[in-house]
T-cell receptor, first 119, second 112 residues
Framework: EAGVAQSPRYKIIEKRQSVAFWCNPI?????LYWYQQILGQGPKLLIQ????????DSQLPKDRFSAERLKGVDSTLKIQPAKLEDSAVYLC?????????????????FGSGTRLTVV | DAKTTQPNSMESNEEEPVHLPCNHS???????IHWYRQLPSQGPEYVIH???SNVNNRMASLAIAEDRKSSTLILHRATLRDAAVYYC?????????????FGTGTRLTIIP
């Protein structure tokens, strides 16, 4: 099966500019996640979608970050305006979804990420 | 968030077994133990997961302690391609809202 597609692969912008990242999850995967990974750290969850609804956005800096998942398929993550500390890799992941507790037959598939550099 | 503790780094010789430890003393009964690895310039890759029993797949084995407070990822015969950061993660369920919370992982170096 095709993997999680992300674009662009790299992006360099100046601080205070805006940027958008795109993610196309695996077909049929109901749950989609955006993670931020700063160099040398593990990925940090920003937002979780179930179909086209937001399940968890408690870690999303909502004054500058926004995300949407129209029609429950593709998703975009936007930063406006960008700060120097937003330099990171932005990872998208998808899964078939939690379903019932005890449904263990799924893993999470990650895309290769978008490396953002803010100068 | 449920936390795990892993060594920052480990080294192993090529073609030898590797045992990557993980402590998760605050695990609850419904938390699954997941392992992912991240190769350079790539997103994390699923390796294996389990709940109570030991698990085997084509990539690795997962040994879970009887009290579930620790687990060990076993690579039976390390190759240079296994050099990566390995993350031990608890998949926490909260009313059907599940997520993975990553720590800093163990950087595995394979010595030729």
């Amino acid at each position: 099966e095709a993997g999680v597609a992300q674009s662009p692969r790299y992006k360099i912008i100046e601080k205070r500019q805006s940027v958008a990242f795109w993610c196309n999850p695996i077909s049929g995967h109901a749950t989609l996640y955006w993670y931020q990974q700063i160099l040398g750290q593990g990925p940090k969850l920003l937002i979780q979608f179930q179909n086209n609804g937001v399940v968890d956005d408690s870690q999303l800096p909502k004054d500058r970050f926004s995300a949407e998942r129209l029609k429950g398929v593709d998703s975009t993550l936007k930063i406006q305006p960008a700060k120097l500390e937003d330099s990171a890799v932005y990872l998208c992941a998808s899964t078939t979804g939690p379903g019932r507790i005890g449904n263990s037959n799924y893993g999470y598939t990650f895309g290769s990420g978008t490396r953002l550099t803010v100068v | 968030d449920a936390k795990t503790t892993q060594p920052n780094s480990m080294e192993s010789n090529e073609e030898e077994p590797v045992h990557l430890p993980c402590n998760h003393s605050t695990i609850s009964g419904t938390d699954y133990i997941h392992w992912y690895r991240q190769l350079p310039s790539q997103g994390p890759e699923y390796v294996i997961h389990g709940l109570t029993s030991n698990v085997n797949n084509r990539m690795a084995s997962l040994a879970i302690a009887e009290d579930r407070k620790s687990s060990t990822l076993i690579l039976h015969r390390a190759t240079l391609r296994d050099a990566a950061v390995y993350y031990c993660i608890l998949r926490v369920s909260n009313f059907g809202n599940e997520k993975l919370t990553f720590g800093t992982g163990t950087r595995l170096t394979i010595i030729p």
